[in-house]
């Protein structure tokens, strides 16, 4: 997991709650990525960032949103408007985009 | 997690085995590819990586085969360990100027002592 966490590793939310998922990196790196994992699919980019206060959208980022205020941090808030958010979300980052992505641990969050 | 192997490819070896994991990728425009190692419940860990100019490449213990004629990505595992069980992702990422990682869906490598 190197120099990324991710918090909380469980999440449990009630259906139309926004949440926010955590992901703090100390690698010094400049870019960062919000993935989503569902069993027997490969990993899908949410949204990314390379470089502090800016940040795109990935493949998939309807109903999520994102921030990039500090270079260690890249929260995703999950909202209301997400139809299917569970799922086990990984958080990445690498010095910059074209560079190895290390990954965070994940959270796997679940809608009661 | 922990539930990231259901309806995946499985690949079943006994220990000391060597291994092959395949990938068809998608894009014939794509320069750079990973192979990832994820373990249940963790997030995936880099193994090993090939740019397009190259067939092949060795790490310790795994090489990685590259064919571009056919859009075939190979790893394989020498001497497979129980530890070496685990889903194995391989990603491509486009020659597009700037490009992010597409992910295939993985294989589970399923080691019994």
């Known amino acids: 997991d190197g120099g990324i966490t991710q918090s909380p590793k469980y999440l449990f939310r009630k259906e139309g709650q926004n949440v926010t998922l955590s992901c703090e990196q100390n690698?010094?790196?400049?870019?960062m990525y919000w993935y989503r994992q569902d069993p027997g699919q490969g990993l899908r980019l949410i949204y990314y960032?390379?470089?502090?206060?800016?940040?795109q959208k990935g493949d998939i980022a309807e109903g999520y949103s994102v921030s990039r205020e500090k270079k260690e941090s890249f929260p995703l808030t999950v909202t209301s408007a997400q139809k299917n958010p569970t799922a086990f979300y990984l958080c990445?980052?690498?010095?910059?985009?074209?560079?190895?992505?290390?990954f965070g641990p994940g959270t796997r969050l679940t809608v009661l | 997690g922990e539930s990231v192997g259901l309806h995946l490819p499985t690949l079943s070896v006994q220990e000391g085995d060597n291994s092959i994991i395949n990938c068809a990728y998608s894009?014939?425009?794509?320069?750079?590819f990973i192979w990832y190692k994820q373990e249940s419940g963790k997030g995936p860990q880099f193994i090993i990586d090939?740019?397009?100019?190259?067939d092949k490449r060795q790490g310790q213990r795994v090489t990685v085969l590259l064919n571009k004629t056919v859009k075939h990505l190979s790893l394989q595992i020498a001497a497979t360990q129980p530890g070496d069980s685990a889903v194995y992702f391989c990603?491509?990422?486009?020659?597009?100027?700037?490009?992010?990682?597409?992910f295939g869906k993985g294989t589970m490598l399923l080691v019994s002592p």
């Open positions: 894009n014939s425009a794509s320069d750079y």
């Open positions: 990445a980052s690498s010095i910059g985009l074209e560079d190895e992505q290390f």
């Open positions: 990603a491509e990422r486009l020659n597009s100027g700037y490009s992010t990682l597409t």
């Open positions: 090939i740019r397009s100019n190259m």
């Open positions: 960032s390379q470089i502090v206060n800016d940040f």
């Open positions: 690698l010094n790196h400049d870019a």
